[in-house]
């Protein structure tokens, strides 16, 4: 080939080359060609055997490198799902299932006394859609005619956009004269009172005072408003009075019904109680409050209502106009919790319907501009803050400050470290590398201190570098209180440990007190107390003092940087609970901690370099979590379909979450396929508590066993009594196996304790049992009246007889343990974990445990866990209602049951045929049970009739008929003898029996889960 030839074809390359990359810039398929080490090649580049005959120099040298990438990916893909498939065929246990045939025979009598003839099948009477009210009653014509009926019809057929077009909604306050005039004349009088002056010398103090005009005529002229400012500026306690004096002394005081709302219940009762107070009242007057379990309401008119913003979500329910108030405060909409970001998007439907609704939002500075755009730019006031001037460091200055040596870590742990981070997070690191470069170029500080901001130990949370700088403030600063902020109640316990140990904070000098939820309320009051003159303040705390709670004497602040979120992660259907880094608006209010009452100092335990890739702000609550409670407020709200609705919030969560949610409740039979409200779940959204705990409750009204499920609904629904005082974090383990009596069961742990707790309290020795077993007396009191409450909300519902939770006739199953536990995984089914023990063969006869999901794989127990260091499980089945993942999957409590609970409480069962004349008994695609014919017959007849009557009963409200001769009764009392029969069959398992058992049997202990393909 001659050389004029060869070079012919090199410029035609060339020139091939140049087009090629014009085009894939014009496309997007190469980004930024000026950054070779960016560019981006197609799949169809990339599928090719050999490089594209274009590519020259480096970018030949990309491609083979995005090449290989891609086979690695390849591979590995097919690596996972070979492995998941390994999984799933490891995890499709069948196992054998046998009941006494004389049990069998008592059973079919039983049902043979049953005067309805077949137990009809609720899936085929359920067809067509229910848009209409004739469809809907040809939908549930199964159902007798009734009150419950009506109501129920009325709200699935119904929705809020044809009440929004159906015409304008007004106030149904009257506007009375002699009301007006009355309360004139009452709010004139107070300004006479020594006590109301004073205290509004105190209040014009306030930047709040400052914009009172302003908000007042901005209120006047808009239907929505945005007031804006920082914690300490007033807002919260004065603009709900501003509008309330402005309407009373303008004759409108009559017309005037104000509610605001709080994110949380001590919240909206202290606010509650201190506006009263400004306006020398006690709560009750003009001024109330309403939370979850306790309600102090204001006068009807010429008032204002302190609520968390879940009880007006329960006035909307019915009230969807809220025709009976004339104003919303809508306060702290900054924290998105998920029930303000759902008011927030129904509001803005309403208030087109509502012309005389006004509407204020109030909010943090950092995100307001965003809320003024959702409300298509309604007026914002802003109001300046009230702090003293804060200086701040930050890590390289502490490296510099305390002369830290240099940290020894190899370079290839930054590696392995940024491998293992998503492409986001990886642009961020690389911003910091840029900010300490910057640094060392320009020499502002030492190499060790350049050094150790290299370091990946920099970018965790180092305990021993936080105490030394405690120690460094405490030794070299001026007097005041710290406040150190820390992601979780670990890392408090091992930053106190480890101040404890260091010797250097005796406790004649120094008071450190830890601020957690785990920790007693008695211990949590020690913050607000200023300590004795040379005594210095050490808090420990996580974010919840950065906005629920103001310390007075804080000066100086460490702010680690490091936060605790929780997190749903879709791919893997599953909560995670781990540290992430601060947002700006956390940083910014952890800053403002330090100058409340004087010029303050605050420590930021990252680089600078960092505070500007910080997100500015958290993600939003409804976007990190799962969604069954609100799409089932939405439904009673008549919303319409969820997903649209959902995509009109200020921050619309993924379509997936939405999708899991809806697949959950439809599984329960909460929501049908036409994605409308099942009696069920009409039930189920009028009880304030997650829908799993919910079922359960409902389940225990029917079976009878109220008292013990009400306590473990509670829990579930806050949080467990135990508190843990530093130090005996072995004694409280041990103190909660004791009274756990081998019922293998952190959920009937709690039943039991507030039983005891609650029979102790009537002899008056509930303070000596708190202490003794390391019960917190406020949290258990708060559970037992949201006992209470659940079963007010069950008699109103007309499933009890009264609103007694510890009812006779409620309660008359309430010790029959193997019942309650079929009750538990009733709720929360499927949330089942798969035990498999193994026996070595050893003299010793150890024995070893793991656990196993479907969609995690193997698992973990919490420490926490009563369960958890148990080696011996006599069923292969733990139910659990929280499983988070921080550095692994684990169950935070759990439940051992039985293979009846799981068949009479999966969601959908089947039979399938078996060689040998028997069945198999399918719960799901894992977990499945071979039986006699007889017995599978038997019990898919037996499950038939307990759907039947479940859904008889939440189609006709009414208490369970417990005569011998009913069928509910014949029905009950079928189901509770078998799973009582097994219950006895596992409970009375005796240990020196199994030690008893042949040498042959030792080497695995499966023979009760059987692994099978079929």
Known sequence: MSDALIKARRAAARAESFAAMQRAEHQGQFAKLNNMNNVMFTEQELSLPQPPPYLRGKLLGLWHREKGKMRTKTKKEGKDESWLLKRGKKMMLTLPLELPEGKENQIRK?????????????????????????????????IGESAFKDNFLKLICGSISDKINMGIQICKLQNDHALNQKYRFMEECKRNDYRVRNMLQFRRRLPACNKRYEIINAIRHNNVILVSGETGCGKTTQVPQFILEEEIMNNRGSTCHIVCTQPRRISAISMADRVADE????????????IRLEKLPPRSSGSILFCTTGVLLQIMNSDPFLTNVSHVILDEIHERDTISDFVIAVLKDIVPSRPDLKVILMSATLNADQFSRYFNNCPTVHIPGFTFPVREFYLEDVYNMLRYPVMNVSRANLIRERKKMSPEELRKERAVDTYIDHLERNRMYPPNVISNLRCTVSTELNIPLIRDLIKFISYNQAPGGILVF?????????????????????PNRFVIIPVHSMMPTASQKEIFRRPPPGVRKIVLATNIAETSITIDDIVYVIDTGKIKIKMFELDHNISTLREHW????????????????????????YPKGREQVLDPYQLPEMMRIRLEEVILQAKVLQVGKIGPFLQKVIDPPDPRAVEISLELLTAMNAVDEDEQLTPLGYHLAQLPVD??????????????????????????????????????????????KD???????????????????????????????????FISSNIIELLREMKQQFAQHLYQMNFIVDSNVKNEHANINSNNLGLIKAIICSGLYPNVAIVK????KRQDRRSTVTMYTMEDGKISLHPKSVNSGVTKFESSFLVYYMKLKSTGIFLHDCTLIYPLALIFFCHNLTLEDNDNHKKTIVVNKHIKFHCKESTAYLIQELRAWLDWLLEYKVSHPGVTNWNSTSDEYLILSAIIELISTEHKMYYSYDEEDAEN??????????????ESEN
């Open 582 to 605: 601060v947002s700006q608006a956390n940083s910014r209010q952890r800053r403002g901690r330090a100058g409340r009452v004087q010029e303050g100092v605050c420590f930021h335990l």
């Open 110 to 142: 039983i049902l043979t006394r049953i005067s309805t003839e077949t137990p009809p099948s609720v899936a085929n009477i359920r067809c067509g859609s229910s848009s209409t009210m004739e469809s809907a009653r040809a939908k549930y014509q199964h």
């Open 691 to 736: 829908p799993q705990a919910g079922k359960m409750m409902l389940l225990a009204a029917m079976f009878g066993c109220l008292d013990p499920i009400a306590s473990i609904a509670s829990s579930i629904s806050f949080k467990d009594p135990f508190v843990c005082p530093l130090g005996q974090e072995r004694n409280l383990d041990k103190i909660k």
């Open 486 to 506: 820390l992601p979780g109640w670990d890392k408090i316990s091992a930053l106190n440990k480890s101040m404890n140990e260091s010797h250097c904070f005796p």
């Open 279 to 290: 306006r020398g009242e006690r709560c009750g007057e003009s001024v109330g409050y309403q």
């Open 837 to 840: 023990t193994k026996v070595k």
């Open 997 to 1010: 058992e042949d040498e042959e049997d030792e080497e695995d202990d499966d023979s009760d889960l059987s």
């Open 739 to 773: 009274l756990d009596f081998g019922r293998r069961s952190d959920h009937l742990l709690i039943a039991h304790i507030i039983t005891q707790w609650e029979i102790a309290l009537k002899r008056g020795k509930s303070r000596e049992f708190a202490k003794q077993f």
